[in-house]
């Protein structure tokens, strides 16, 4: 339950003076719905209000605070044109200017023959100096409330920052003084503030380096939210050591017979891996490791023979795809291994039903099924197993901790923690790991399975794209199959597929229609299928594909990659998408089509990839050219969205956090005493952290 002492904050935001309906939706977009929301809304920088030159002398552009005397009102004709207010002082005249005003608000606020301090930015139209909608209109003896240094926020149209810094300052007002969760050591050490001293100041900076990410009550605030990550984080994993977790320890009998059936052998980092993961399992704890590579690198037959170790010792295996194409795709390829084995291997996706579906329901509550693969239709609560031992979570980067907090309550229920092996594609730095996955294992493949061919990658100007499609048909010709990647526009889902509509229908006019397959995220299963399986098993030629499809596809006589609009595309997904190529035995490449002119930071990423084709050293590269904090979208990671942290300037606050949070649990297990009365706070005080929601089921 939540202290009371925080319920102020948790209200709805339009329980602040100010905040109608309206104006609280523009607010909740910029923020957040709740007043806790205002709160780590933190200033982005200042307006320095202080400069109060008389009205001849403002210069065009700058942001001023004048002492007026109104003169008239000036109303529009037609309702278009703006309303008009002039005033004056003893060196000329300025006219406030206000679109879609009503007459009788401006009337009170700005009475003819009154005297006003206004403040705003001046502009200089024909002769005249005017001022469009001044942010501050106030009685002339409040001058100097204005005439100050004022904090800017991050705003949505239409909502004006006098309204956001007046519902700031309400919420701030219920900020209440909370008992000390920090360590009083390091607080002092640090020269910090404490938590409710700290918000008062980060959001009343007199300086621009109060608004930075190292000033002393950022810090502080940013301390806070790390903290309450890392301990939400360590209690989760004091909560699986206690949980008694089994011994899972094969035989290798199904193992030997999979591994003689393999047409390759296996990479010395698989080999590693397998045995970290087999180490892991046959431990009586509950296994919790990530299993990190490149695409490409052969992530699923370790992932496939530590389900053969699990089913071996009498226990049943599920592999989950964070997509439909993925779940059949990674089926598909371990189909012929368990025959191999001899096992029986099922699918289950949101697309089986009836008795189909029921059959395998069946055979895995009775346990004649002991491997499936499928969709995150295996947390339904129809779906029961005899006995799980290993869950194999394949992320991509679709899956985060909000699917592990589903996962962790199945896990929960059974006797016994499940093992569980996370494969992610991403190479995520470690101080990215840590709060996203708190204390996982982890495993990496940092080599690639022998025989691939570097992938040859160009980048050239969208103006070539006719000589492009020239190549593309020779290549074709020759027999080469060609994935042609759409621009992600905007955010929108429909215009990134008109966009893949539109060249589709380009390219199939040009290369000939049975030649040109299209697939996007809004094609019923089916035919997607048909998509595939066209471009798969047809003749030679190309797919048009939007963003969403899935970037884990897997198709070896794929050849060629080309990506539209490289530009609007991040490092880390140019590299995922390529890795899509390469896969076979054949020479591979990678166009990158780019809209000119090209950015600096766009630039440095093409010139990146063409030079590498090593995830990690990409993924620090990004980190570098973007920070950490932006590297991962929280969206497709599951990281979770600080609001008060910056992983690019706070990476040595989240040490400091990680090792609190342990020392606190290791002295206060159930947070019973004074101080971890006051951490518990903090923790409701972040609730919506995906790590306190993972800490508090089971
Ligand atoms: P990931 O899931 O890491 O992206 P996959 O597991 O899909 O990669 O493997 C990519 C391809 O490499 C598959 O076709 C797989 O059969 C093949 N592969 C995996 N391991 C090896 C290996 N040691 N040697 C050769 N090929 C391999
Ligand atoms: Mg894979």
Known sequence: MRPAILNPLFAEITTLPGM??????????????????????????????????????????????????????????????????RCADPSG????????AKADWLEKLLPPASERAISGRVERFRDGVQMPHPDHVVPLDQFETIATVEPTHR???????????????????????????????????????????????????????????????RQRLAYDELFANQVALALVRARDKRRPGRAIK??????????????????????????????????????????????????????????????????????????????????????????????????????????????????????????????????????EFRELGLAVIDEQHRFGVHQRVAFAAKGASEDGGVDTLIMTATPIPRTLVMCAYGDMDVSKLTEKPPGRKPIKTVALPLDRMDELVERVRGLIDK???????????????????????????????????????????????????????????????????TTVIEVGVNVPSATVMVIEHAERFGLAQLHQLRGRVGRGADESSCVLLYAQPLGQVAKARLEILRDTEDGFRIAEEDVRLRGAG????????????????????????????????????????TLDSPRGKAVRTLLYLFARDAAFRLARTG
């Open 250 to 383: 094969g035989d290798g009998g199904l193992r030997d017979r999979v591994l003689a059936a393999l047409p390759f052998k296996l990479t010395g980092s698989q080999t590693m891996a397998l045995a970290e993961i087999l180490g892991d399992m046959a431990a009586p704890g509950r296994m919790q490791r990530l299993l990190q590579g490149d695409v490409g690198s052969g992530k699923t037959v370790v992932a496939f023979l530590a389900m053969l170790n699990a089913i071996e010792a009498g226990h049943q295996a599920a592999l989950m795809a964070p997509t439909e194409i993925l779940a059949r795709q990674h089926f598909e390829t371990i189909r012929p291994l368990a025959e191999a084995a001899g096992i029986e291997v099922a699918v289950l996706t949101g697309r089986d039903k009836g008795k189909t579906k029921q059959a395998t329901l069946d055979g895995l509550a009775s346990g004649a099924i002991a491997a499936v693969v499928g969709t995150h239709a295996l947390f339904e609560e129809s779906v």
């Open 93 to 100: 005249e300025i006219d406030l200017i206000y679109f879609h």
């Open 155 to 217: 705003l949505t149209a239409g909502l004006s920052p006098k309204v956001l810094g007046k519902a700031i300052k309400a919420a701030l007002a219920r900020a209440p003084e909370l008992a000390e969760w920090a360590d009083r050591a390091l607080v002092a050490q640090r020269g910090w503030p404490g938590w409710r001293a700290g918000l008062i100041a980060a959001h009343a900076p007199k300086e621009n380096s109060e608004t930075q990410p190292d000033a002393l009550a």
């Open 479 to 545: 027999g080469a199959r060609v994935y042609w990647v759409c621009p992600l526009v905007e955010e929108s889902e429909l215009v990134d597929l008109a966009a893949a509509t539109d060249r589709h229908a380009d390219l199939a006019a040009r290369l000939g229609a049975d030649r040109v397959h299209l697939i996007h995220g809004k094609l019923k299963p089916a035919q997607k299928d048909a998509a595939m399986q066209a471009f798969v098993e047809g003749p030679p030629g190309v797919l048009v594909a």
């Open 630 to 669: 932006e590297v991962l979208g929280t969206r497709q990671s599951g990281l979770p969205a600080f609001r008060l942290a910056d992983l690019a300037h706070h990476a040595d606050l989240l040490e400091i956090a990680r090792s609190d949070a342990r020392k606190l649990l290791d002295d206060d297990a």
């Open 20 to 85: 109608g309906p309206k104006i609280a939706a523009l607010a909740a977009r910029a923020a957040g719905p709740q007043v806790v929301d205002l709160l780590w809304h933190l200033p982005t920088g200042l307006v320095d209000r202080r400069f109060a030159p008389a009205i001849a002398d403002a210069p065009e552009g700058a942001i001023v605070t004048l002492r007026v005397k109104v003169l008239e009102h000036v109303k529009p004709r037609i309702k278009r044109l703006p309303y008009k207010v």
